[in-house]
């Protein structure tokens, strides 16, 4: 059974600095995912990852993936508070196409 | 209008009433899915369906039941709900190959079971 663990669980951090969120996983692996969640809303797909190695970036985040440690990486450059919000990574196992989900990281930027 | 259409976005149910939750997908994608978020677990697979005529229990199925009534609609149904039913259900759809950004949320469904 796919079991999938994210840390920090809660994350307060101040405005300008770097952190990073870790995904472990405990089987093979197709695709990693990470969403976004703001209170109350749905969630925004923010990357894929496909291959070991992976690496995607979009403005201030950066996720990476390495399948051989079956870990996943957030990683937040200068933090504003715009990027408060829970952040999920999710995992597809190798041959199925459903989801299994961390339990999320509540990142509050502190001004 | 959106992609994924969960309905009722709100309910507040009483205990052993039933109750449906919809949703239905103009993204034209074959799979579906049903999941719920609790606060502190993520989200948790209820039931999925890759095609109309199949349909899979995910992790915690006990007391749902789901329908695919056409490839862009698939409800879920509590027979008689409990209070510990009380959460948020999303709905979400992902396309065959699962390619980048293919799965796709609804806004979600808030039920209240009292």
């Known amino acids: 059974e796919l079991k999938v663990e994210q840390n920090p669980l809660f994350l307060s951090m101040q405005e300008g600095k770097n952190y990073t969120i870790y995904c472990n996983y405990s089987t093979t692996s197709d695709r990693l995912y990470w969403y976004r969640q703001d209170p109350g809303k749905s969630l925004e797909s923010l990357f894929v990852l496909l291959s070991n190695g992976a690496v995607k970036q979009e403005g201030r985040l950066m996720a990476s993936l390495d399948t051989k440690a079956r870990l996943s990486t957030l990683h937040i450059t200068a933090a504003v508070h715009d990027l408060s919000a829970t952040y999920f990574c999710a995992v597809v196992s190798f041959g199925n196409e459903k989801l299994t989900f961390g339990t999320g990281t509540r990142l509050t930027i502190i001004p | 209008d959106a992609d994924v259409t969960q309905t009722p976005r709100n309910r507040i149910t009483k205990t052993g009433k039933r109750i449906m939750l919809e949703c239905s997908q103009t993204?034209?994608?074959?799979?579906m899915y049903w999941y719920r978020q609790d606060p502190g677990l993520g989200l948790r697979l209820i039931y999925y369906s890759f095609d109309v005529k199949d349909i899979n229990k995910g992790e915690i199925s006990d007391g749902y039941s789901v329908s695919r009534q056409a490839q862009a609609k698939f409800s879920l149904s509590l027979e008689s709900a409990i209070p510990n039913q009380t959460a948020l259900y999303f709905c979400?759809?992902?396309?065959?190959?699962?390619?980048?950004?293919?799965?796709?949320f609804g806004s979600g469904t808030r039920l209240t079971v009292v």
């Open positions: 979400a759809t992902s396309d065959l190959s699962g390619t980048e950004y293919g799965y796709t």
């Open positions: 993204k034209g994608h074959d799979r």
